[in-house]
């Protein structure tokens, strides 16, 4: 059987794992929200105060996922 | 980050209550009834300093209930901005040197919504009243739209949905939250005294946009659940 120190070396492990995955998404969320910022803004430069609110309320969404995962990570440590 | 966990005994089943929150729940509350008792004090035609300031922010509700709930979007007001107000007081109470009080058994007090009760409790909330809403405003057809096969597979999806809107609206705002706090205390260790102050002023950053998101993603739910089509 495994025994409890390898268990509890393999959850950190997989507390690394998840909140690198989880992170890799929101950034490219963030990331595709700043590029659509950019675009906007360099179209149209008088909408910029109202696309960053949108931008801000986009990203926080998108921020959310890795967040997620951090609970799972977070969860995970305890083991 | 630790909870100061009280255990209740009633009728043989252990309850644990955090009373840390418990006390910020209050304080936060406290902090959003004496403002709108003294801002509604004296109103006058011609506005003073306060009544300005409480003007412009129900100018907000106002205006983002217009343009995202369809048909008597006002009587939302009520929820909405207690929502909003009630978690922008309990973000920015994350800030404020509390940590200088010691509680005993290790606890410590900081922003109530770094506690999952509280965020689950506001997130069930928003559940009960948009399903009452909707309930209301097309009776039976909230749940089945149409009598068919796609009928019957979207009235499923939203029955799924009313499982994990409140789920991703607690965990959202817990986590962000208590990532802040966690992220402050790294840096604590890192360098005292200097590096954790940019990331503080990033969480009153944080405080706001995620009441935010909490106040529009109840407008979406409320606008979707009584407006004319999904």
Redesign the interface.
Known sequence: MVDTATISQMAHLGAGIAIGFGAVGAGLGIGFATKGLMDAVSRQPEVAGKAFGFFLLGAALSEACALYAFVIAFLLLDK | MEHWIYTLNLGGHAISINLDTIFTMWFAMAVVIIFGILATRNLSLVPGKLQAVSESIMKFFYGTLDTMVENDNRKHVPLVASLFLFIVTANLMGQLPLRIIHLKNGGELASPTNDINLTAAMAIIVLIYYVFMGIRAKGPKFFLHELSFTGIVMALVELLEMFTRPL?LA??L???I??GEILVSIALGGLAYFLPLPIMLFEIL?AF??A??FM?LTIAYIGSATGEEH
Do not use: D, E, L, Y
Request: charged fraction near 5%; glycine fraction near 0%; aromatic fraction near 14%.
């Open positions: 991703s965990i959202r817990f986590a962000n208590f990532a944080v946009i995620q935010t998101v529009m």
